[in-house]
């Protein structure tokens, strides 16, 4: 299984990045996807998460400013990111869980892309 994220940089306050995840021998269509993001000394914590059924999943944190979508024909996962802020600031991971429940825990999660770096500067 291979999740490859794509698309992080660096940005100013207020700016907007989308993130992408391709995944390879895997179905995402009966699981559920998510993104997550770890900064500097903090654990990883989920900023998005899909089901099956296309239900999301936001923190309070990123409500209202980030969108995650999947595309079942490509096998492919996104992350829509607006209105960043520096506390923004983390690696980025794109993960897989076998099933149809969501929990927001990252220790509940499977497989994992090797993440991508986004910077966000005041």
């Known amino acids: 299984v291979l999740l490859a994220e794509s698309g992080g940089g660096s940005v100013q306050t207020g700016g907007s990045l989308k993130l992408s995840c391709v995944v390879s021998?895997?179905?995402?269509?009966?699981?559920?996807m998510g993104w997550f993001r770890q900064a500097p000394g903090k654990e990883r914590e989920a900023v998005a998460l899909?089901?099956?059924?296309?239900?999301?999943w936001y923190p309070d944190s990123v409500k209202g400013r980030f969108s995650i979508s999947k595309d079942n024909v490509n096998n492919s996962l996104d992350l829509q990111m607006n209105s960043l802020t520096p506390e923004d600031t983390a690696i980025y991971y794109c993960?897989?869980?076998?099933?149809?429940?969501?929990?927001?825990?990252?220790?509940?999660?499977?497989?994992w892309g090797q993440g991508t770096q986004v910077t966000v500067s005041s």
């Open positions: 899909i089901g099956s059924d296309d239900t999301t």
């Open positions: 993960a897989a869980r076998v099933g149809a429940s969501c929990p927001p825990s990252f220790r509940s999660y499977y497989y």
């Open positions: 021998e895997y179905t995402i269509r009966r699981s559920c």
